[in-house]
């Protein structure tokens, strides 16, 4: 369990945090999201000892560790970069950890062979990090970070500087891997499909202020500021509230609270159809519909139609 | 082609004119009159003893200046502390001054009626004209050397591999040892070699401070000066030999060093 209370940290006139709160329970498996200078890195790096918060403190397993130098902390933690030893093999960087602590050769033997497997480096055991890929180095230093078995997994970004597909296949890998191992697991994202993908608890910081805590549905159907609503995903103004795309119904006649658009464009997006749309004022909203309902209507471009929300609850009386 | 061809013959002719002539011409005159005078001079318990100076005064420098360098290298590339842009300016002033003027200054702080010499003096402790002046200037010209290896590749390190390390438990003194110096490792390397040359072949603080009293307080280059004046060119060429190849020997070990530490 980590408990944030009320941190605060400045780095010169620029507020990095402001008086941040947050509770993070034991096992759970928890995003920071936001975008980039909102401060998430910073809170994680609070959290891990490597910073100072001007204020606030940082409770680890119900005690107070603000003031504990990075390495009594028993936190694991894992860099956007890698952070690889270069000059040690991939058996030396995991077993850094245990090396240090001065446990037993066999032991220690033991338990990087078992933490390679984990993340399925076994052939690689002697080579050094500059022959890896970046995907395996990443998997290198989760391997290093969970070998002295933390409680506590930090990742900052951690797979910011992969290409896509590696990215996903580690987004699978962390989920799985998190089912497997149960560690408390706090991730830094600026990449909301990321979060919700993996996390089951999203925190959203912006600006150095928590906006919104919660499971990801909940934040993506229930987000109390627009600022939420947006960075989840694509929201459009209707009428006095805003919906998803899929949310939005097009009509060939005026409905109850329906406004007027003009079809601009018609993309077809696998089993999905995306039809842009303007209305008179120029303002403009994407509409994500089943084919078949959009090869119904027989829509166009350049026709009007009548779009409004599925169902009242979808209009989000926000802004 | 052919203007690329035309700086590459400038270049070389340079090098062959201003470095490889001279030190050629000391081959060469070494052994003109064959290997007996060489021996003799090599032998003579003056030139041995020089040498034991000067070997002397390298293992102190070279050690204490290393350690010096690394910490200084860690203070200027780690820290922020008031005074830090004064002191990575005072590293190199031993390259600005020339040590002749060092000389000068060691001779008029430890001389009899110096600052620290009067004390120093009330105490029975003789620092000029003797070895632990030798030592002084020797230390004193070697500084900038490691430092200035080290602190761009500490620069290029970062701090991210240790704060790794520091999450994964280790202490400051871990990290430094596990971490910091292995990873710095060939810069140190180059640094010391470079330090080992240019303690070596220390000439001008140490021609003012010593005293140049044979079989005492001579170092091997101010007895090469010693002998020239004495018209001994013979036992000069041999001395400056060993000096020379031992400059041969430390360009060879910087070859050999260098690419390991692209790496």
Same mark, same amino acid.
């Given at each position: 369990m980590i408990e944030i209370r009320n941190i605060t940290k400045r780095f010169g006139d620029f507020v990095a945090l402001d008086d941040v709160s947050l509770e993070i329970a034991a096992g759970s498996l928890t995003a920071v999201l936001g975008p980039s200078g909102s401060g998430k890195s910073t809170l994680l790096r609070i959290v891990a000892g490597l910073e100072r918060p001007d204020s606030g403190e940082v409770l680890l397993a119900g005690e107070d560790a603000t003031g504990l130098a990075p390495q009594r902390r028993d936190v694991g933690f894992v860099f956007q970069h890698y952070a690889a030893f270069k000059h040690m093999t991939v058996r030396d960087n995991i077993a850094f950890a245990l090396t240090i602590r001065k446990r037993p050769k066999q032991e220690i033997r033991e338990r990087v062979d078992e933490l390679l497997e984990l993340v399925q480096l076994q052939g690689f055991a002697d080579r050094y990090p500059s022959r890896l890929s970046g995907g395996q180095r990443q998997r290198m230093a989760l391997a290093r970070a969970l070998a002295a078995k933390p409680p506590v997994l930090l990742l900052d970004e951690p797979f910011g500087a992969l290409d896509a597909r590696v990215r996903a296949e580690l987004r699978d890998w962390l989920r799985r891997l998190h089912e497997e191992v149960h560690v408390t697991t706090v991730f830094v994202t600026h990449d909301q499909e990321e979060a919700m993908e993996v996390a089951d608890r999203v925190a959203v910081l912006n600006r150095g202020r928590l906006e919104q805590v919660g499971a990801p549905a909940e934040l993506y159907d229930q987000p109390t500021s627009e600022f939420v609503l947006r960075f989840l995903g694509d929201a459009f103004r209707l009428g006095d509230g805003f919906v998803r795309p899929h949310e939005i119904v097009l009509g060939r006649f005026p409905e109850n609270g329906a406004i007027e658009v003009e079809i601009e464009r018609i993309v077809v997006v696998g089993a999905d159809v995306r039809v842009e749309l303007s209305d008179g004022s120029g303002e403009r909203m994407t509409a994500r519909l089943r084919r078949e309902d959009a090869d119904e209507l027989e829509l166009a471009r350049g026709e009007i139609v009548w779009a409004s929300a599925r169902? !009242?609850? !979808?209009l989000q009386p926000l802004g | 082609m052919r203007k690329q061809l035309g700086l590459r013959a400038v270049a070389l002719v340079y090098l062959l004119v201003i470095l490889l002539a001279p030190l050629g011409m000391v081959f060469y005159r070494t052994f003109q009159s064959g290997l007996r005078p060489v021996w003799q001079t090599l032998s003579d318990p003056g030139t041995i003893h020089a040498f034991e100076v000067t070997l002397i005064a390298t293992g102190i420098a070279v050690p204490l200046n290393t350690v010096f360098g690394v910490l200084c290298a860690l203070a200027i590339v780690r820290r922020r502390f008031p005074g830090k842009g004064i002191l990575n300016a005072f590293i190199d002033l031993p390259l600005a001054v020339s040590p002749v003027v060092i000389g000068l200054c060691l001779y008029l702080l430890y001389g009899r009626t110096g600052w620290f010499g009067s004390w120093l003096m009330g105490h029975g402790i003789q620092v000029l004209f003797a070895l632990p002046a030798i030592v002084l200037a020797t230390v004193f010209v070697s500084v900038p050397f490691v430092a200035r290896e080290v602190i761009p590749t500490l620069r290029e390190l970062g701090n991210e591999q240790e704060q790794a390390a520091a999450t994964l438990g280790a202490t400051r003194w871990q990290r430094f040892w596990r971490i910091t110096l292995p990873s710095i490792r060939w810069a140190v390397v180059y640094g010391v070699v470079l330090t080992s040359a240019r303690c070596l072949g220390e000439y001008g603080a140490v021609a003012v401070v010593s005293g140049r009293i044979i079989g005492k307080t001579e170092t091997a280059t101010t007895l090469v000066d010693d002998l020239i004046q004495n018209f001994d060119t013979a036992g000069a060429y041999a001395v400056s030999l060993v000096l020379a190849t031992i400059a041969v020997l430390v360009l060879v070990a910087m070859t050999v060093i260098r690419p390991q530490e692209a790496r």
């Open positions: 169902d !009242a609850k !979808a | -």
